[in-house]
């Protein structure tokens, strides 16, 4: 399965750079966790909906349980970054994303491959992909 690519722009923050003035690397992460909030909320509009809904309300959570990482290139505080997200395998209960931070000359700053599974954040089990968010992530191919 490869979804359509769902993209933010994005300028790289002083608050997100190492004395060297480049990305510390555990930035991307979080630069990653934003974009895939912005995705579900793309994917789950209205209000009480989106991610917020999905944790807070229904108490579905989204943990990371295996990620990749290639580091190509340096970003640099000011450099204005495209963020991308694509779905490359929607299971049972899991989903593998593809993401990376690419330059403006279009050339991959970061690139990762995140597994993340749904659980209940009651019990803290696998559960199923929710319905409405498997056919809003069907409804992207």
């Given at each position: 399965?490869?979804?359509?690519?769902?993209?933010r722009p994005h300028r790289i923050h002083f608050s997100e750079c190492?004395?060297?003035?480049?990305?510390?690397?555990?930035q991307y992460f979080v630069l990653f966790n934003d974009l895939m909030?912005?995705?579900?909320d793309s994917l789950l509009p209205g209000k009480g909906e989106g991610?917020?809904?999905?944790?807070?309300?229904?108490?579905?959570?989204?943990?990371?349980?295996?990620?990749?990482?290639?580091?190509?290139?340096?970003?640099?505080?000011?450099?204005?970054?495209?963020?991308?997200?694509?779905?490359?395998?929607?299971?049972?209960?899991?989903?593998?994303?593809?993401?990376?931070?690419?330059?403006?000359?279009?050339?991959?700053?970061?690139?990762?491959?995140?597994?993340?599974?749904?659980?209940?954040?009651?019990?803290?089990?696998?559960?199923?992909?929710?319905?409405?968010?498997?056919?809003?992530?069907?409804?992207?191919?």
């Amino acid at each position: 399965m490869s979804g359509t690519v769902f993209t933010r722009p994005h300028r790289i923050h002083f608050s997100e750079c190492d004395p060297a003035g480049i990305v510390f690397y555990p930035q991307y992460f979080v630069l990653f966790n934003d974009l895939m909030e912005a995705w579900v909320d793309s994917l789950l509009p209205g209000k009480g909906e989106g991610f917020a809904g999905l944790i807070g309300v229904r108490r579905v959570g989204l943990p990371t349980v295996r990620l990749e990482v290639d580091f190509k290139a340096v970003s640099r505080m000011g450099d204005d970054v495209t963020l991308r997200l694509q779905v490359q395998r929607l299971g049972r209960s899991s989903i593998t994303l593809g993401l990376a931070c690419l330059g403006a000359d279009g050339q991959p700053r970061m690139q990762a491959l995140q597994t993340v599974v749904c659980t209940s954040l009651h019990t803290h089990q696998a559960i199923e992909v929710p319905a409405d968010l498997r056919a809003a992530i069907g409804a992207v191919d």
